[in-house]
């Protein structure tokens, strides 16, 4: 298997703009979850899915941010409209949610907003 | 609610001492505990994990970290470390009666000196 699998792996985009993040799962891992990771505030549980149902979003900063989860190989994490401080690193994880068996990483997605 | 606290933030070391990493965890039911590495610029990769059984875990490159119960810590060690092992280390706790939520302590940055 290729891994949690996400892109882009940099993404330079002006304030106001949307921006989509994208991650495909492990195959048969049926838990995602989606970290952000800055300086400040280290690695922040923005949202998990289980069976692509969302579980708890209480980690997401403000309405801005969205996330879905449309089947079991793919999310998307988006910012609309963006702005300076969602500049960070975000990773995406997958697991078995029933199963002994730790969360894989993918690379992340550095987003940089100017 | 669910939390995990390390203790330190930045470690310094000398190449050859030993390294002790706290963590605490806060959840009133059975967890899963694990121990993560990342080194500079990549993404996530686990050291070490523990679901059950024996509370001393050990873990790639000669890591090793013990589960006690009743202090609800899962420290992580290694008797002697290398220049290799700069790098950050997240503690991480599973629930696993709830629904499957992982969250991340805030990280101690590992500075080793040649």
């Known amino acids: 298997d290729a891994g949690v699998i996400q892109s882009p792996r940099h993404e330079v985009t002006e304030m106001g703009q949307e921006v989509t993040l994208r991650c495909k799962p492990i195959?048969?891992?049926?838990?995602l979850f989606w970290y952000r990771q800055t300086m400040m505030r280290g690695l922040e549980l923005l949202i998990y899915f289980n069976n692509n149902v969302p579980i708890d979003d209480s980690g997401m900063p403000e309405d801005r941010f969205s996330a879905k989860m449309p089947n079991a190989s793919f999310s998307t994490l988006k910012i609309q409209p963006s702005e300076p401080r969602d500049s960070a690193v975000y990773f995406c994880a997958s697991t078995f949610r029933d199963r002994n068996t730790e969360a894989f990483f993918g690379q992340g997605t550095r987003l940089t907003v100017v | 609610a669910q939390s995990v606290s390390q203790h330190n933030h930045h470690v310094i070391l000398s190449e050859a001492a030993s390294l002790e990493l706290g963590c605490n965890y806060s959840y009133g039911g059975t967890v899963n505990l694990f121990w993560y590495v990342q080194y500079p610029g990549q993404h996530l990769q686990l050291l070490l994990k523990?679901?059950?059984?024996?509370?001393l875990v050990k873990g790639i490159k000669g890591f090793e970290a013990e589960f006690i119960k009743s202090k609800f810590s899962f420290n992580l060690r290694k008797p002697s470390v290398q220049w290799s092992d700069t790098a950050e280390y997240f503690c991480?706790?599973?629930?696993?009666?709830?629904?499957?939520?992982?969250?991340f302590g805030q990280g101690t940055t590992l500075q080793v000196k040649p």
């Open positions: 523990y679901f059950s059984g024996d509370p």
């Open positions: 991480a706790v599973k629930g696993s009666s709830n629904t499957g939520k992982l969250i």
């Open positions: 195959s048969g891992h049926n838990s």
